[in-house]
């Protein structure tokens, strides 16, 4: 069907976006209540405030998306959150890197995330497919993981493959702050409310879903030391960053470290 990226990588919202590159991979969390996992003095990474789950509907073609069906998706998450657009300081995006889905997608976010949103109010995009493919029936558990991990460390991570951003995505957000980091960026903090992120994972057979999620509460994160602090990034910045490094091992048969 032409839709594998011919150089194995998906340039998720890059004018080169050329189709999807398939991945492998699986996930699991570990869920219990906030007042329980409260009590037993837990880590807690995030807290899901609500859900919404759909599907795609009519669209002009099995390949193609439906955006009115994507807003839709988003505006019930947000709805069962009890939560509005302008609470929301990052999304991860479905962002598979084809030219159709991208700006669609893009489009749709600009619709529900962009009216009354300020210039201090950025919302930052990124998929984290651009690192690690399309794991298919995995990947909303991937996109769930960059959203926690972003939410914890208070930063939006980089789009991996995006040089030049898709002409079609920058008429989508031209009229409201929507930004695709390509670098490490700080979140920014809607007056000292929680960071909110939501999530999008759209399914092949037209199932489509939106996850909404905060950070955790401070009494459950770990002390910040003093060098953490005085490194602390203000919004969109990318200096200066706090960073946490991680490693991906795909050891193969035999390991037994």
Known sequence: AAMISSDGKCHTFDESANGYCRGEGCGAVVLKRMS?????????YAVIRGSAVQHDGR?????????????SVIRSALSD??????????VEAHGTGTKLGDPIETGALAAVFGPNRTAD???????????????????GMGGLFSAILALYHGQAPPN?????????????VSDVPIHFPKELTSLC????????????????????????????????????????LALAPHCGDTSG?????????????GNLA
């Open 189 to 228: 903090r809607v007056a000292d409310k929680p960071l909110v992120a939501g999530i999008s994972s759209f399914g092949y057979s037209g199932t489509i879903s939106h996850v909404v999620l905060q950070e955790a509460p401070a009494t459950s994160r770990r002390v910040l030391s003093a060098v953490d």
């Open 81 to 90: 959150a009890g939560l509005e657009p302008n609470d929301v300081s990052f």
């Open 121 to 139: 109010e950025k919302l930052f995009v990124s998929s984290v497919k651009g690192n690690i493919g399309h794991m298919e029936a995995a990947a």
């Open 160 to 172: 991996a493959q995006l040089r030049n951003l898709n002409p079609k995505v920058a008429a989508t």
């Open 241 to 253: 960053s706090v960073t946490k490094k991680m490693a991906w091992q795909f050891s193969g048969q």
């Open 59 to 71: 669209s002009a073609s099995l390949t193609a998306p439906n955006g009115l069906a994507q807003e």
């Open 36 to 44: 329980d996992a409260l009590r037993d003095g837990d880590e807690i």
